[in-house]
């Protein structure tokens, strides 16, 4: 019953990062981008990242697709939006431990929010690189500029 709800409130989220998606709006002199399709799917996605004075980022997700990958991208800029750089890549590394399925400790869990809404998708192997496209996305731009 409880993970029935939970389920429900989780696709709550998603539904509502696919047709509302966040950081969206275009930035015209990005410090990077990157453009990924996952053609299982017809899923594409465009990330623009620019760093501000502080380290901290500014991040554009667009594109089209399944619901789950561009909820996916809008999830992630919403949770990465203004993040220092550093902090990347331990996302990252969160995200792919979520799909996967391993063991994430409670602080891991929170500190992901509502990124955690998307758990539900390691139940669907198909949706994986769905769900990863704009995550692998962003782990280009970081292995690029290390
Ligand atoms: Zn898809």
């Not at 053609?39 to 089209?64: A, H, M, W, Y």
């Not at 990252?92 to 509502?114: N, Q, T």
Request: glycine share 4%; hydrophobic share 35%.
């Amino acid at each position: 019953m409880v993970s029935d709800e939970l389920n429900e409130m989780y696709e709550e989220i998603v539904m509502d990062h696919y047709h509302n998606p966040r950081n969206t709006e275009f930035l015209s002199k990005p410090d990077y981008e990157v453009e990924k399709n996952n053609p299982f799917c017809g899923d594409e996605i465009k990330l623009q990242i620019s760093l501000d004075q502080n380290q901290k980022i500014v991040v554009s997700v667009t594109g089209r697709g399944c619901a789950i990958s561009q909820a996916s991208g809008s999830l992630m800029a919403e949770k990465i939006n203004l993040l220092p750089y550093k902090e990347l890549q331990s996302n990252v590394d969160l995200f792919r431990k979520l799909i996967r399925d391993e063991m994430l400790s409670e602080e891991e869990l929170d500190s992901l929010g509502d990124v955690s809404a998307l758990s539900g998708v390691r139940k669907f192997p198909v949706r994986i690189k769905c769900a990863m496209l704009s995550w692998v996305a962003l782990e280009e731009i970081i292995k690029k500029n290390n």
